[in-house]
């Protein structure tokens, strides 16, 4: 059996998911977040979730949720304004 298939589930918030897929959602929004360091880092959680919500909805396969879930949420991300620097 394979091992994604004897994974535990986990829910979080985006939704049942196993061990793997986790680790690769929270990869994928550090990295988004790195990506758009001037933007919000709740702003940019705020869209992968909902991307990954959405995504995982209808997902009978977990293997390309996490790629899928960075490239659509890395154009959401990409439409919000940048935060404003701090005055010193």
């Not at 659509?72 to 404003?84: F, H, I, M, Q």
């Amino acid at each position: 059996m394979p091992a994604w298939r004897s994974s535990p589930r986990s829910r979080q918030a985006w939704g049942m998911t196993n061990a793997y897929t986790d680790n690769a959602l929270n990869g994928m929004k550090e990295r988004l977040t790195h990506e758009f360091g001037d933007r919000s880092r709740a702003d940019v959680a705020a869209c992968f979730d909902n991307v990954t919500k959405d995504l995982l909805a209808g997902a009978r396969i977990l293997d390309f949720v996490p790629l899928l879930a960075y490239r659509l949420a890395r154009g959401c991300v990409a439409r919000l304004p940048a935060d404003e620097p701090q005055a010193a």
